[in-house]
């Protein structure tokens, strides 16, 4: 994995733990978070405590049965693209945006260039920090829309935000996960259990589902999964959808 992508990924699990934290009653008793790999975190609780946590992504999608979720694989690409949407753009102009896309047809590097060209004509016309986002559209030759962004002009001083968003991922009805595959997760995190409990006295696994993207946006219930050896298994649905103990 990439410096960039693992960096992208330990934002989010600690997006995702502290998310958790502020839905239980541990966060009254943690002194302080210790980021790592086996587990991704140590906490340091009142006591002293050290309570090891890692964190595993879920989600739905076809495909779950046969080499992960194609879904979320389409979600990661879009990611890239709309990560190289915002690189290429701060390439091109030094005013920092905060931008909604939603696409009417598939992701391309053309696409890409047209959205560009919509994007620095919209800092242009955004010369000042606003509070609401203004909507753009990107057309085609015969003015029929390819794309709406939701742009927002931010502060100065906040420098080059990149955390655009790809809003087609972001709507769907809420699912259940397949058959045995909470379970599958759990049994693989599992053999990993002697090297997460070196260093630490407890052992939690924390299994979130991301209700911003389409393939988070998920059931589940308790009790369907048999815990193998953790000190708790926890399900939490981010941002706020609440923590369950499953195991």
């Not at 502020?22 to 140590?42: H, M, N, Y």
């Not at 905060?98 to 992701?107: C, G, I, R, T």
């Not at 800092?123 to 057309?139: G, I, M, N, S, Y």
Request: net charge neutral.
């Amino acid at each position: 994995m990439s410096n960039t992508r693992n960096a992208s990924k330990k934002l989010h699990e600690r997006m995702y733990l502290d998310g958790f934290l502020a839905q239980t009653d541990w966060s009254a008793s943690v002194r302080g978070v210790k980021c790592g790999e086996s587990p991704d975190f140590v906490l340091g609780m009142a006591g002293g405590c050290r309570r090891g946590v890692e964190v595993v992504s879920v989600f739905v999608g076809p495909g779950e049965h046969g080499g992960g979720s194609t879904e979320r694989r389409q979600e990661a690409l879009a990611d890239r693209w709309i990560t190289d949407l915002a690189e290429s753009y701060y390439r091109r102009c030094s005013v920092p945006l905060a931008v909604d896309f939603y696409s009417f047809e598939p992701l391309s590097d053309e696409l890409r260039e047209a959205t560009l060209q919509t994007l620095t004509g919209a800092a242009r016309a955004l010369d000042c920090e606003t509070v609401e986002r203004t909507r753009f559209e990107v057309t085609n030759e015969h003015q029929a829309p390819r794309a709406i962004l939701h742009v927002r002009r931010i502060r100065d001083e906040i420098g080059e935000y990149r955390r655009w968003r790809y809003m087609n991922d972001r709507v769907s009805w809420r699912r259940a996960f397949p058959s045995g595959y909470i379970q599958s997760v759990i049994d693989e995190k599992a053999r990993k259990l002697p090297a997460y409990r070196e260093g630490t006295d407890e052992v939690y696994l924390l299994l979130v589902a991301d209700a911003f993207r389409r393939s988070g946006i998920v059931d589940v219930e308790v009790g369907i999964a048999k815990n193998r050896g953790f000190d708790a298994i926890y399900f939490f649905r981010y941002p706020d959808g609440g923590a369950s103990r499953l195991a």
